[in-house]
């Protein structure tokens, strides 16, 4: 089964060949810690997810913070070091906080002109943008982009991660990735669920377009109720502000029956908490009406 999964894998990214994880997180720390190391400089959006910060601080890497999808100030970071040093720009696909979009376009050639290894982590794109194929498809880069790692628990409803990329630096992590080496694997029954929601994503375009049209219908109905929102992604932030007011909404919408998880410091900086609710294909049109005039209610409540 995993070797199934991985050529599944490989093939959905449009790679040589694909490596499964046990986790999302034990892929990012594990791919980025073997890859890199304290000759190499990684270049990191500053809002990229806990594990991929995680896998540069065990690096021992040079890291470079570039202000959130800010392409001017990563080239200005990445002209200050030598062409030939070993370089890696690393970034969300699609950003878990926010639900925008990496510039992965931009990056591309950036790490073209600058002789760096370009990463992104699909774990909120797979199943979700470029047809279902994740960031690198948005934007017609399957083929360029060095490296696609994701999860297995979002879209694909099951347990794991998987990075995608070449056989040479799929075959180096499978002898030095220190989490892939020395952690359980996944039992039979994940990887199957995976699979077989991988082949459901695959072959159902329905699910897609489910998926779509749902997002527009909720981005039309918190824009009704004055909450801004795009229909870039499933994910939707509703900015609330305090810790105190957060918590408020997040259990007023709990005890109607609505999961709006309450996302506070660390996770995003003070001052900025939000409720995260995210849409899937399976919500039909009177769920997302109840949930945005329960969601309007508890904001006015607070006021």
Do not use: W
């Not at 073997?34 to 990191?44: C, E, G, Q």
């Not at 370009?118 to 960031?135: E, K, P, Q, S, Y």
């Not at 995976?194 to 072959?203: D, G, N």
């Not at 502000?241 to 005890?255: A, M, W």
Request: include cysteine; charged fraction near 20%.
């Amino acid at each position: 089964l995993f070797t199934d999964l991985e050529r599944e894998l490989a093939k959905f990214k449009n790679t040589e060949k694909a490596l499964v994880f046990n986790t999302g997180y034990m892929a990012n720390v594990g791919t980025i810690s073997a890859i890199a190391d304290k000759n190499m400089t990684i270049f990191s959006d500053e809002l990229n997810h806990a594990s991929i910060i995680d896998g540069c601080r065990l690096s021992k890497a040079t890291v470079k913070a570039y202000s959130h999808c800010d392409v001017e100030k990563l080239k200005c970071l990445l002209k200050q070091v030598d062409r030939n040093a070993r370089k890696l720009i690393v970034t969300d696909g699609v950003f878990s906080m926010d639900g925008d979009i990496a510039p992965l376009d931009k990056l591309y050639e950036l790490s073209r002109e600058y002789n760096a290894l370009l990463m992104v982590d699909d774990a909120h794109a797979t199943g979700t943008i470029g047809n279902g194929h994740g960031t690198a498809a948005y934007y017609g880069l399957e083929k360029e982009v060095d490296i696609q790692l994701g999860t297995l628990s979002k879209s694909l409803g099951s347990v794991g991660g998987y990075v995608a990329a070449n056989s040479t630096i799929i075959d180096y992590l499978v002898n030095m990735s220190r989490s892939f080496i020395f952690s359980t694997a996944l039992s039979p029954a994940d990887i199957g669920a995976a699979l077989a929601a991988l082949h459901v994503l695959e072959s159902d375009t329905s699910v897609l377009r489910r998926l779509q049209n749902n997002v527009n219908y909720m981005a039309d109905c918190l824009n009704s109720i004055g909450i801004c929102a795009t229909n870039d992604t499933p994910i939707f932030p509703i900015l609330i502000g305090s810790n105190e007011d957060t918590l408020t909404v997040s259990n007023y919408l709990y005890n109607a029956g609505i999961i709006g998880t309450a996302i506070r410091p660390p996770t995003v900086p003070v001052g900025e908490s939000r409720i995260r609710l995210t849409v899937t294909a399976a919500h039909n049109k009177e769920q997302i009406d109840y949930v945005c005039r329960t969601l309007d209610k508890a904001i006015k409540e607070l006021n």
